[in-house]
């Protein structure tokens, strides 16, 4: 059907179509991969591609929101911790205004006993304070020298010491507390101001002070008996 | 006969090698391939003709597929990726005017 001029003519063209149509082939692979990329998927592939997209970002976003929880979390137990020791501190400073480790100021009363005679004992001015503890006296003071839970009075040759410390005449007594309280807890009838008013020579002035101001308990407080026990549990 | 046997073996290689064509480069293979196939049908119909000189045919055909692809390349680096267009037009209308030669000889 086909008339070629020469037989080398014919092989020319034999390996010129070899060529095309391995060239033909080629190409027809490299368009189907081609339509696998993104611009030649079909709609179906697309939408799949587009959730699978979605489906990470949920991830993502879904991580993201856990891990913003924990820093949540950790601040928040930042935040109790401080609390924590703010109530600590507090605790301590109550602990320490208890213990008259620190210096107080405040309202309260301010009693003047005088004792022309000398006729009294430790135990009457510790009576005395005693019954300003009762009336919720929270600070107390003794001729300036703190009162605190170490108080010891004694009396040597008509002086009285406390804590080793001659007090002298007048006795002035200062109390921070509810003035009205701790004034009706000494000048109740019968009470302590009663009983000491009585004696020869003893006489009262209580008055009513708003700002009191109590030095600081200072004696070394050793404790070397008394060990704190442990509670079970703890 | 030798020239289809010589097709039959080109399309037995291309899918034995498994030669992978990048994506970018698939439209210049296009049009390359565009071109090989009118140099070829050219060939059929001038052998048809009686004139047919395989050195014509060997250069046109090589020149043809180069070029094609080569002002397709130039057109995309100048931002006209019409010119794709143009040599499809040019090969396409030759193609189609030798196929009616060839079909006038053959019937």
Do not use: W
Request: charged residues 25%.
């Amino acid at each position: 059907m086909l008339h070629f001029h020469a037989k080398r003519a014919q092989i020319t063209t034999a390996l010129i179509c070899t060529l095309l149509g391995f060239f033909l082939v080629t190409q027809l692979r490299g368009q189907e991969s081609y339509s696998r990329s993104l611009s030649e998927q079909s709609e179906q592939d697309l939408g799949q591609i587009i959730r699978d997209l979605n489906t990470e970002t949920d991830t993502l976003s879904s991580e993201t929101i856990d891990a913003q929880l924990r820093l949540y979390e950790y601040e928040n137990e930042r935040a109790s911790r401080k609390t924590i020791l703010n109530e600590a501190a507090k605790n301590l400073e109550d602990f320490k205004v208890l213990a008259g480790l620190t210096p107080v100021t405040g309202e309260g009363i301010e009693i003047v006993v005088i004792d022309k005679e000398h006729i009294l004992n430790g135990s009457d001015l510790l009576a005395i304070i005693e019954e300003l503890r009762a009336g919720g006296a929270e600070a107390i003071a003794l001729n300036q020298k703190r009162v605190a839970a170490e108080a010891a009075f004694e009396k040597k040759k008509k002086n009285i010491y406390y804590n080793d410390t001659r007090m002298k005449d007048p006795f002035r007594i200062k109390a921070i507390g509810n003035p009205k309280v701790l004034y009706q807890a000494i000048t109740l009838p019968g009470g302590i101001k009663d009983a000491l008013s009585s004696l020869e020579g003893v006489s009262f002035t209580i008055k009513r002070k708003n700002d009191l101001k109590i030095s600081a308990f200072k004696s070394k407080i050793t404790y070397d008996y008394a060990k704190p026990v442990k509670e079970s549990g703890q | 006969m030798l020239p289809i046997a010589g097709l039959i073996i080109g399309i037995i290689l291309g899918l034995v090698f498994k030669i992978p064509v990048p994506p970018a480069y698939v439209r210049y293979l296009g049009i390359a391939i565009l071109a090989a196939l009118d140099s070829s049908f050219g060939g059929l119909r001038a052998s048809l003709e009686k004139t047919f000189e395989d050195r014509l045919f060997v250069t046109g055909f090589f020149f043809n597929t180069l070029m094609a692809a080569f002002i397709v390349y130039v057109g995309d680096q100048l931002g006209i990726g019409e010119l794709y267009l143009a040599a499809v037009v040019a090969f396409g209308v030759r193609l189609f005017r030798n196929l009616g030669i060839i079909r006038r000889y053959i019937f």
